[in-house]
C-alpha cells in the first residue's frame, strides 16, 4: 500500500530533550516536507527536500532540523525542545518533479507532540 | 481524533444540498493551487487542484473555481453527503512547486 508513515504517533516530552520524528515514504517520491499545524493557523511548513541531500527552510524552520540521507526518508530533529514546538506535526511526500503540471502531496496521519 | 482547530469558520449544509468554500490566497505570484480535506484525527487529503493559467477545473462532484483578478479560489461540492464532513483547507504553492501555504481552514458540517 502506498503510504507515508509517521512514528511515533504521540510523544510527551520535556524542554531540551533532543527527540527525533521519522518519516518514511513507499512511493519513490523525491520531494518530501514536514508541516506543523496549530488551532487557528492551518498548517505551516518548517522544513522541505526536493531530494537526497537537498534540504530548505520552509516558513517556520527555526527550531528544527532535517536530514535527507536516502530517498525514503525524511527525519525530523529537534535538538533542543521547548513548548512553543508543541503542535501536531505532519510529514508529506510528492513526486516533486517541477515539470509536472500536477502535482499530489500524500500526507503521514501526524505526530502529537507536547513538550512540558 | 486530533482536533485540528478551535473556532473554525464552519459551513452547515443539508445532505444533498450543493456546498461552497471559499478561500482568499496572499500573493498574486503563487501559480498553483490545491484544496485539501482533513478529518478528523487524519492527515490532510488531496481534492482537487488547479494552476493559474486555468480559471476552472472539475472532478468528480467538485469544481474548483480560481479568480486571479481578486485572488480567490473556491470549491464546489455537488450533492453534499454526510462523509463529506471534515475540516477543508486551500494552499498556494509559489517557487516552482517548492513552498506550499495553507489557509487556516473551513469546517464543512453536512447535517442527515
Known amino acids: 500500500e502506498a503510504q507515508v508513515t509517521q512514528n511515533p504517533r504521540y510523544l510527551i516530552t520535556v524542554t531540551g530533550k533532543k527527540l527525533t520524528v521519522t518519516c518514511s515514504q513507499n512511493?519513490?517520491?523525491?520531494?518530501m516536507s514536514w508541516y506543523r499545524q496549530d488551532p487557528g493557523l492551518g498548517l505551516r511548513q518548517i522544513y522541505y527536500?526536493?531530494?537526497?541531500?537537498?534540504?530548505d527552510k520552509g516558513d517556520v524552520p527555526e527550531g528544527y532540523k532535517v536530514s535527507r540521507k536516502e530517498k525514503r526518508n525524511f527525519p525530523l530533529i529537534l535538538e533542543s525542545p521547548s513548548p512553543n514546538q508543541t503542535s501536531l506535526y505532519f510529514c508529506?511526500?510528492?513526486?516533486?518533479?517541477?515539470?509536472?503540471?500536477?502535482?499530489?502531496?500524500?500526507f503521514g496521519p501526524g505526530t502529537r507532540l507536547t513538550v512540558l | 481524533g486530533e482536533s485540528v482547530g478551535l473556532h473554525l469558520p464552519t459551513l452547515s449544509v443539508q445532505e444533498g444540498d450543493n456546498s461552497i468554500i471559499n478561500c482568499a490566497y496572499s500573493?498574486?505570484?503563487?501559480?498553483?493551487f490545491i484544496w485539501y480535506k482533513q478529518e478528523s484525527g487524519k492527515g490532510p487529503q488531496f481534492i482537487i487542484d488547479?494552476?493559474?493559467?486555468?480559471d476552472k477545473r472539475q472532478g468528480q462532484r467538485v469544481t474548483v473555481l480560481l479568480n486571479k483578478t481578486v485572488k480567490h479560489l473556491s470549491l464546489q461540492i455537488a450533492a453534499t453527503q454526510p462523509g463529506d464532513s471534515a475540516v477543508y483547507f486551500c494552499?498556494?504553492?509559489?517557487?516552482?512547486?517548492?513552498?506550499?501555504?495553507f489557509g487556516s481552514g473551513t469546517k464543512l458540517n453536512v447535517k442527515p
Open positions: 508529506a511526500s510528492s513526486l516533486g518533479l517541477a515539470a509536472q503540471t500536477y502535482n499530489e502531496q500524500f
Open positions: 512511493m519513490n517520491h523525491e520531494y
Open positions: 527536500s526536493m531530494n537526497v541531500e537537498v534540504t
Open positions: 500573493n498574486s505570484a503563487s501559480d498553483y
Open positions: 488547479i494552476r493559474s493559467n486555468m
Open positions: 494552499a498556494e504553492n509559489i517557487d516552482n512547486f517548492n513552498k506550499f501555504y
